[in-house]
């Protein structure tokens, strides 16, 4: 046989009647009337490649149902194992066979197969709005523009049910803009859409009308077998294009046409504006049936009142007065039509979901968008830096820790000289040693005021509330603790401090009145050197058993105090207490006020530091590079509102998970009773505790949000806490108590994790004592300090 005779035989024919196969066959291999249906496919040779990947498949879905998950080779294969549950894989899912390619493929079964293949579409569109847009059936009428929205509908999974509808057939001059092959010239444009859309998902339900739209066929279209949810028109044809326009107003469905032009998008809402005018009254007073028969030139003013000649571009213009001249049809690209594909899906799905409602004409054009001059501000932001390992110098009394960087270090605390009078700068000086002591958020709650021999420690009244500082006892530990700074430094300086705490009933906000008096022969306190010493530190330890000295030591010093100590130090215990901090750290940061005031204390930049001397440095989080860039990112709330939405905000849990991990033990310390006395004088035996522990070379970080946390709802009702926070918190008691059991009649003052980590790149600045001292009387006389 000739070349000629072999091209003529084999040469596809493309009549009016021809029928392309366009739809897959689904067959599942665990049937046997569809699996000798399947054999025989095989055994005609209708199968020229067979794709088996189940397995692959399988093992895909499983470890994206579990992102954490870390599987060996072994471990995954034996997950497949189990969810196969003893069905051989052949007999698994289903086996689609595509005959124009005469390709076999095995995947999952349907609802696996959109879980998987959906699964990067989360959180951009959650699972409920993913359920929310299965199942919904989208028309689309004209597939030279339209074939690529309806592909990328159908792969966002925005519908699964699709109508198509377009009488031509692929040409040479349509691959300019349509996906498709020269293999596929000829075809009908329904047919290569179908094919394409149903190679990506063999599960989607699909209609073809390869006559395209005819006014006999519209009602049928639009609403055979149910009424379509959403109508993409794209049609050529201008009196199809309003009869269409009719017919869909008349059955309430919503119309978008997106033109290839400049990233028009045209929204018609009429499923909830029955009497809106036609193309926005565009046409006002002409009727499809007005526009039918008329030849091409009788036509044109009307497309010009649709498209509006000034929104037209600089190169479709003068394209129009072409036509039929140099151009045998309108211009278009396949940028627009990628543009036009995408612009549709977006707002298809958002119509769907009831995210957006509007009517009206929108442009995405990327000439106007992205065009000299027009280039959006970049704000660029240094990143923090990461921490890195201090200098391997012994710290010493004026610097125990590098500061942050670009921050010049403190001066050297200086005690006070003995004397008949104190003076006002000895007063200074012993505050000066008072605001060393710890405070939540490093907010530093505190004020003094000297009236002679006295002093008196008072709550900062213009500092605003918080959650976590339930009942000022928040404040109150730390004004304990700075007290006991003042007296260890006192004493050190040979002058008695008598504390009297809450001395005026009537004046809640005087928290301790201190007052001194000569006494030279009072014994230095070792602990006194360790103030300037003591920091947070965050950094990781290398996890190695608490040294049983230090915890004898510890737990006496607690006992010495007033205060009990419980540690965990079992790896078990550890880790549960891991689990359970972060599970605190997570609810705080989705909750919007707390992640408020969390924000609030934070100081990013070196210029914040200095300019208040107070909040969270982040130099001192220890955090790397990765970490700076998460919270950056949560820095902002509604990132997290819509985390907390999903469910989400797992990663939160991680920094307390870790630290403890890294940590030689945690600690909880309790005092007796539950007054306001008891966090004063808990604050005080913290501070003991703390710089004992700092003596010891022990890193020392508070992980206290819990236990503010609790105590709001067990005292306070959960007041300001949502009833999910609430149930989340009696949950976490349960399982904290496990570890530290409860005694009611203490108030647990703070959880913290010990460690024998390097010591800590960088330590929180101080307010001056300036800002915080003031003096009501006259100098009584200034002493030589």
């Known amino acids: 046989m000739s070349l000629e005779a072999h091209i003529t035989s084999a040469t596809r024919t493309t009549t009016a009647d021809d029928a392309e196969p366009w739809r897959p066959g689904l067959f599942d291999a665990a049937d046997p009337r569809q699996r000798a249906e399947l054999t025989g496919i095989l055994d005609r040779g209708g199968a020229s490649a067979v794709g088996d990947t189940l397995t692959e498949q399988l093992a895909e879905l499983l470890t994206a149902r579990r992102p954490a998950w870390r599987p060996s080779p072994q471990e995954l294969a034996a997950a497949v194992e189990d969810h196969l549950d003893g069905r051989p894989p052949l007999e698994y899912g289903t086996w689609a066979w595509y005959p124009w390619s005469r ?28 359920a929310g847009l299965t199942g919904r059936t989208i028309a689309v009428a004209g597939l030279s523009v339209g074939a690529a929205s309806a592909f990328t509908l159908a792969q966002e999974g925005v519908g699964s049910r699709f109508r198509l509808a377009d009488f031509d057939r692929l040409s040479l001059s349509n691959l300019n803009r349509l996906r498709a092959s020269v293999t596929d010239i000829g075809l009908p444009k329904v047919v290569i859409a179908a094919r394409q859309m149903y190679e990506m998902d063999p599960y989607l339900d699909i209609e073809v009308w390869p006559e395209g739209l005819t006014e006999d066929n519209v009602d049928g279209f639009l609403t055979g077998g149910g009424r379509a949810d959403l109508f993409i028109e794209e049609c050529d044809d201008l009196y199809i294009k309003v009869f269409a326009r ?15 032009e400049r990233g028009m998008l045209d929204v018609e809402r009429f499923d909830l504006e029955p009497d809106r005018p036609l193309l926005h009254g565009l046409i006002d007073g002409v009727a499809a049936a007005d526009l039918k028969g008329l030849p091409v030139r009788d036509k ?29 049809s309108w211009p278009q690209l396949a940028s627009g039509v990628a543009l036009g594909a995408a612009v549709v899906t977006d707002t298809a799905r958002r119509v769907l979901l009831g995210q957006f409602t509007a009517s009206g004409r929108f442009f995405v054009d990327p000439a106007e968008l992205i065009r000299d001059g027009a280039q959006a501000p970049v704000r660029a932001q240094a990143a923090p830096e990461p921490a890195v390992p201090p200098t391997a110098v012994p710290p010493t009394a004026a610097s125990p820790v590098r500061a942050p960087a670009a921050l010049a270090p403190a001066p050297p605390l200086l005690l006070p000289g003995p004397g008949g009078v104190l003076g006002e700068e000895g007063v200074r000086r012993l505050v000066a040693y008072g605001i060393q002591a710890p ?26 509330a918080t959650l976590l500082d339930f009942e000022g006892a928040a404040t109150r530990l730390a004004i ?29 906000a005087l928290v301790c009145e201190l007052t001194f008096s000569g006494a030279p022969h009072t014994p230095r306190p070792a602990l006194v050197d360790w103030i300037e010493r ?12 608490l040294d049983a000295v230090h915890r004898q030591t510890l737990t006496s010093c607690a006992a010495d105090s007033g205060a009990r100590l419980h540690l965990l130090t079992d790896r078990a215990e550890l880790a549960e207490a891991g689990r359970i901090l972060g599970a605190a750290d997570r609810l705080r940061m989705l909750s919007r006020r707390m992640h408020a005031e969390m924000m609030g204390e934070l100081r990013w930049t070196p210029e914040e530091v200095r300019a208040t001397r107070d909040g969270i440095d982040i130099a001192t989080l220890e955090a790397d590079a990765a970490d700076l860039a998460g919270m950056s990112l949560a820095r902002h709330w509604p990132h997290l509102a819509f985390v907390r939405q999903m469910g989400g905000g797992r990663a939160f849990e991680e920094g307390a998970r870790d630290g403890v991990a890294a940590s030689s033990a945690i600690g909880c310390l309790t005092i007796a009773g539950t007054g306001p006395e008891a966090s004063f004088e808990g604050g005080r035996a913290l501070q003991r505790l703390w710089l004992t522990a700092t003596s010891l070379g022990l890193g020392f970080q508070p992980v206290t949000v819990l236990l503010y946390l609790l105590a709001r709802v067990e005292r306070g009702d959960g007041a300001g806490l949502d009833a999910a926070e609430t149930a989340t918190l009696h ?6 108590s496990a570890l530290v059991p409860q005694r009611p009649e203490e108030t647990e003052l703070l959880l913290f994790r010990l460690s024998y980590a390097p010591p800590p790149t960088a330590r929180a600045l101080r307010r001056g004592v300036d800002a915080v001292l003031r003096f009501d009387t006259p100098d009584a006389g200034r002493a030589t300090p």
């Open 103 to 130: 390709r076999l493929v095995h995947v999952l079964p349907g609802p696996e197969y959109r879980e998987l293949r959906q699964s990067r579409n989360q959180y951009k569109i959650t699972a409920a709005e993913q």
């Open 731 to 736: 949950a976490l008691r349960k399982r904290l």
């Open 300 to 328: 044109v003013p009307h497309v010009l009142r649709i498209l509006g000649p000034e929104n037209l571009s600089e190169r479709m213009a003068p394209s129009l007065m072409e036509i039929g001249h140099t151009l045998s």
């Open 480 to 508: 304990g603790a700075a007290v006991e700074n003042i007296d260890l430094a006192a004493r050190a300086a040979g002058w008695a401090c008598h504390a009297r705490p809450f001395p005026d009933p009537a004046d809640p």
């Open 534 to 545: 003591r920091a947070t530190n965050r950094r990781a330890g290398p996890a190695r058993p």
């Open 246 to 260: 009719e017919r869909a107003r008349a059955h309430g469905i919503a119309v978008l046409m997106e033109t290839n």
């Open 439 to 464: 405070s939540g958020g490093n907010v530093q709650p505190w004020t003094f005021v000297a009236r002679g021999p006295v002093l008196h420690c008072r709550v900062d009244e213009t500092q605003p």
